[in-house]
């Protein structure tokens, strides 16, 4: 009796146990504990079912380009979903594969969406453009090769066009951080690509192409209409991740018309993670006058791979390169909190995009 009764209070202890976790189970989609988003603010899925994604651009039709980084595919999304609209063969081995997309700015007349990607075979990462032909991509016309990565992280990918009308690319330091500071090379910096002009550009010249150097594993970068400045992201080992400004070769300093600002500042990020390290993936500005309230115009956005997160960000100082500690604040949009976050974007309809790595999520102001 005393064995039957010991054996009866297992059986109920396991049945508990089971049906807390068909519980919790079944909580998957409820509203997560944590900050929640302010009032009038409300997310829903765009697309669902893709696979592996790493970045997104839009056209300014609005038509967003999705890429994913082991398939080599890239993915049109529309109302009517996502197709493929061309694919590459791609190495996807560690942090290589398809990695960065953007739309040219004259898109509607030329057709252009630029592609940075892996070799297969090789330790090379290529810059491609694809022209839009008939509603598909056609052949895929070089741009730039860069050649020589030692291992297979730190290979960036992230791209955006200037407002002065180049392509911008963040490059990793791929295993060659020696190389970061040395302007002669091609790891470690923001390249600065004319594809107005002949293509492909001459490697074999790598200072021509240099435009801020110094960097590791640089996550993402945005333009802040605001102030007419590269933001950057990077994601460093062991905490003190950060956000900061990508200075030009031979910038040593902030200038306007009175001379020298902010010299104490030289040197510091616009914020430091610290200990609340997320590995950021992807920023972007939200622009004055969209139809958000007034108190977001300006504001950076930023998302994590690690916690689902979008972080609101305010600026301030003169040179919009300082963050207070109540100036950042984290926003988890719902239960698509329980996700990873590999870029973010702001629509033509003026609503911020999140890419997951099987989804896109939409942020909208809905009052």
């Known amino acids: 009796m005393v064995r039957e009764g ?61 890429v994913e980084k082991a398939t080599g595919r890239v993915m049109k999304v529309s109302e009517g979903g996502a197709r493929q609209w061309t694919k590459l063969v791609v190495d996807h081995s560690g942090g290589r594969g398809l990695l960065g997309v953007a739309v040219d700015p004259d898109y509607g007349r030329n057709g252009y969406v630029y592609l940075y990607y892996s070799v297969p075979v090789s330790m090379e990462n290529r810059v491609v453009r694809v022209k839009d032909v ?26 955006a066009f200037g407002p002065d009308g180049r392509l911008y690319l963040a490059v990793g330091d791929g295993g060659r951080i020696d190389l970061s500071q040395d302007e002669n090379s091609l790891f470690g910096k923001v390249l600065t690509i004319d594809v107005r002009g002949p293509l492909p550009v001459d490697a074999s010249r790598p200072r021509a192409l240099v435009y801020s150097k110094g960097f590791t594993n640089i996550s993402a970068i945005a333009w802040n209409p605001v102030n ?74 930023l998302v994590d791979a690690y916690f689902g997160r979008v972080y609101r ?21 719902g239960a698509f909190a329980r996700t990873s976050f590999k870029d973010i974007a702001v629509g033509p309809d003026g609503a911020l995009y ?13 009052p």
Request: one cysteine or more; glycine letters at 14%.
């Open 6 to 66: 010991k054996l009866k209070k297992v059986v109920g202890t396991l049945l508990a146990l089971f049906g807390l976790v068909a519980l919790l189970a079944g909580c998957e989609d409820t509203e997560p504990p944590g900050p929640k988003l302010p009032a009038g603010f409300k997310v829903s899925e765009v697309v669902k079912r893709l696979k592996n994604c790493t970045a997104m651009a839009f056209a300014p039709d609005g038509t967003l380009f999705v």
């Open 134 to 159: 008939g509603g598909a991509g056609g052949e895929p016309e070089l741009v730039l090769s860069i050649k020589g990565f030692a291992t297979a992280e730190h290979n960036g990918g992230k791209m």
């Open 228 to 301: 007419g400045r590269l933001y950057i992201t990077e994601d460093n080992p062991v905490g003190s991740d950060r956000v900061d400004i990508a200075r030009k070769l031979g910038e040593d300093f902030f200038r306007d018309s009175k001379g020298f600002k902010d010299l104490s500042d030289i040197g510091k990020p616009v914020l430091d993670f610290g200990r609340r390290s997320s590995a950021p993936s992807g920023i972007a500005f939200y622009p004055p006058g969209g139809p958000f309230p007034g108190e977001y115009h300006g504001n950076l956005f």
């Open 313 to 333: 960000i305010v600026l301030s100082g003169k040179q919009l390169n300082k963050v207070r500690d109540d100036d950042f604040t984290v926003w988890i949009p």
């Open 354 to 366: 999140m890419l997951g790595p099987s989804k896109v999520v939409r942020l909208a102001y809905e």
